[in-house]
């Protein structure tokens, strides 16, 4: 893999309409992205709502995605499966399909069995099998799952294992996962509100879903950390709090959507049992407005 893994990705929302995959107004949302600083996209992530799609349907996001997004950007997909020998098989397809490297959720259906143990050789095997890089993609909110810091340092030592997503929201712990991994393993962390002091302990980037809303500010917001400009990195943080927060554990995936509707993007449907918390779109207006004079 050529293109560096740093920088501000989007885990890309999957619009549907009328509960069928909307690849068109995928393809639309990429090509407007490939227009700004993003260092590439996340498909099939959490946002992306892949625990809801099928095989088949998972195979049509990711060629698709291929298709329009930006041969400069980085293709990080997600795959994931409950199962070592599924993960595997959807981490080599979506390398056939065109994807740079593969981001790993934990296997969660059976968590009070998932030991670090069983953890560990689930990682080495899809890595050991895979033909592209993998990033370890910790998210314990949604799985009940967590990789402790120092097992994801042994997984670091893999080769083909180049980083992780850590979604915890928990500084303390990613600064360890930092600490204690090899150097050049790449620590991206997956909670904008977060995103600033992560940066100041050391990870390379963030995989934000608040970044589908306002690319260009979270992109900015890592450009100002980089040049030294701290009060004005800080300054963003808090100016895209609110919003971050309210697209994430406040209104969920629907509330994303929404946001992104009101952006000018197309949100889409989602895909049922979620709804679209059609209530909050005068907040979601308002947050916008706020954020304006910045974009």
């Known amino acids: 893999m050529n293109k560096p893994l740093r920088g501000v990705i989007p885990p890309v929302a999957t619009p549907f309409k009328d509960e069928e995959l909307d690849l068109k107004a995928l393809q639309a949302n990429l090509r407007t992205w490939n227009q700004t600083g993003l260092s590439g996209y996340l498909i099939l992530g959490s946002n992306g709502e ?87 993609y910790n998210v314990p909110q949604f799985t009940g799952v967590n990789l402790a810091p120092a097992l994801v340092a042994r997984l670091s030592a893999h080769d083909n294992i180049a980083g992780i997503k850590d979604s915890s929201g928990n500084i303390g712990q990613l600064t360890e996962i930092i600490r204690q991994s ?59 709090n609110p919003l971050a927060a309210l697209v994430t554990t406040g209104l969920g995936v629907g509330g994303l959507k929404l946001a992104m509707d009101l952006r000018g993007f197309q949100g889409g449907q989602v895909r049922s049992p979620l709804c679209l918390p059609q209530a909050a779109r005068p907040q979601l207006a308002q947050e916008l407005d706020k954020l304006r004079p910045l974009l």
């Open 50 to 136: 892949s625990c809801y799609l099928s095989e088949a349907e998972k195979e049509a996001v990711l060629a698709a995605a291929a298709e329009a997004m930006a041969p400069d950007k980085l293709f990080m997909a997600g795959t994931g499966c409950e199962s070592t020998r599924q993960t595997i098989g959807l981490t080599r397809r979506a390398s056939e399909l065109g994807a740079d490297c593969a981001l790993v959720l934990t296997p969660a259906y059976y968590k009070g069995q998932m030991t670090n143990e069983a953890l560990e050789a689930h990682y080495q095997k899809v890595a050991e099998a895979s033909p592209m890089p993998i990033l370890l």
């Open 182 to 240: 090899r150097p050049g393993f790449a620590v991206f962390v997956g909670s904008a509100p977060v995103f600033y002091p992560a940066l100041c302990v050391g990870a390379v980037g963030g995989i934000l879903a608040v970044a589908n809303v306002v690319p260009e500010l979270c992109v900015e917001l890592q450009r100002l950390y980089q040049a030294g400009g701290h009060p004005g990195a800080l300054a963003m943080q808090r100016a895209i």
